[in-house]
């Protein structure tokens, strides 16, 4: 890990940075962590009557930054197992509601979904039986102790509540790994999982509604809670819901139904020379030692050959990068996700042997995926 706190226009402070993995500190998880410390402090005075107000707000604030800090070693938890299956990891990100380890690949397993999804839950379940260990041989009075405490709760209050079985929490993501398991199917496991995140935050919004209707002390204290945790874990499932969506392959939609062909010229050919012989064909730039020097980019190859028609086209060729290439056997869902992950409109499509089969642009697969090719 360095440490580092620098801003970052994305998700907003970066504190570190685990193992490449920026972890990123919102600035919503300011505005919980003030409603933590006002909310608490009241409630010191229960367990240390003898606090005073400046005690009081000293320990809140402690326990909001254990809370904090329990989420953190819960999303790292996530990380590492993601890493070591060999899984990128954009960032690392906490926020008003909890954090988010944002895995840049879906995991290609149900086994390596479920084992991810549970290791924050994990993580959490360990140190709260740690404090709980340790809570054991103190008295039960000080600061200390309450300290202890609040590491235990905070970090039980993450466990149970990331294992509730719905979308998008790690309960919902272990309910979609089995489902996923059984019928072999992940579209299935994650409308599954979604409809659970859907009972989630109705059953969040039932409690509150019965402490409303009982007038239990705390009913708009739960009723704030539970709204806006019943929103993040609906709005979550539906954004899951339209993310496998957006994955989905259409039945009877093959890869080369989307594929342009492609034609070979030699890099030197004049760039306005290339744009004729394209003429909407996918065009790979091969030198004199027939190494490819890239695909030709007819937005660049227009634009060169207006200044300059006899110049060299790879000039305007876009290099071929390991994760532009597709294999022509490579499943649907999978393509569709590597186009979405990577930086590039058109893509080398390849056979078994490494032989160029056609150039897969952006703009055709969203069309083809929307039915409008």
């Known amino acids: 890990m360095s440490a580092i706190w620098t801003p970052d226009r994305e998700g907003g402070l970066l504190l570190f940075r685990f193992r490449g993995v920026p972890v990123l500190l919102s600035p919503s998880w300011w505005v919980g962590s003030v409603a933590v410390i006002v ?9 240390l009557p003898e606090a005073t107000a400046v005690v009081s707000i000293l320990l809140a604030a402690a326990f909001a930054i254990l809370l904090g800090a329990s989420v953190l070693a819960h999303e790292l938890g996530h990380c590492v197992v993601a890493l070591h299956l060999g899984i990128p990891v954009r960032r690392l990100r906490l926020f008003l509601l909890g954090g988010l380890a944002e895995i840049t690949r879906t995991p290609r397993r149900p086994a390596h979904e479920g084992v991810i999804a549970a290791a924050g839950p994990a993580v959490s379940a360990v140190l709260a039986a740690l404090c709980g260990f340790i809570l054991l041989f103190m008295p039960a009075e000080g600061p200390v102790w309450l300290l202890v405490l609040e590491c ?3 970090n039980v209050a993450v466990a149970v509540f990331n294992l509730l ?14 489902v996923w398991a059984v019928s072999g199917d992940r579209g299935v496991g ?39 945790t019943a929103w993040f874990v609906a ?53 004199a030692d027939g190494v490819a020097a890239g695909l030709l980019d007819p937005y ?74």
């Open 39 to 47: 909310l608490y402090a009241p409630l010191v005075s229960r367990f």
């Open 152 to 154: 235990a709760v905070a």
């Open 165 to 178: 079985p719905g979308l998008p929490l790690d309960g919902g993501r272990m309910l979609r790994a089995g």
């Open 190 to 228: 994650t409308r599954a999982a979604v409809v659970g995140g859907w009972l989630v935050a109705g059953l969040l919004m039932l409690w509150a509604l019965w402490g409303l209707a009982t007038e239990s002390p705390d009913r708009w204290l739960r009723l704030g809670v539970c709204a806006l």
């Open 235 to 287: 709005s979550g499932a539906r954004g899951e819901l339209a993310a496998d969506h957006r994955r989905s392959w259409p039945e009877g939609l093959t890869l080369a139904d989307l594929t342009r062909p492609i034609l070979q010229l030699p890099a030197e050919s004049p760039v306005a020379d290339a744009l004729s012989a394209a003429a909407g064909r996918g065009v790979v730039l091969v030198r």
């Open 300 to 373: 660049a190859a227009e634009r060169l050959a207006e200044r300059s028609p006899m110049a060299p086209a790879e000039q305007a060729a876009e290099p071929i990068r390991p994760e532009s290439v597709l294999l022509d056997s490579e499943p649907g869902e999978d393509i569709v996700e590597r186009v979405q992950e990577t930086a590039a409109w058109q893509f080398l499509v390849v056979d078994q042997d490494g032989r160029p089969a056609g150039v897969l642009r952006r703009e055709d697969l969203r069309a083809g995926l929307t039915g409008r090719r």
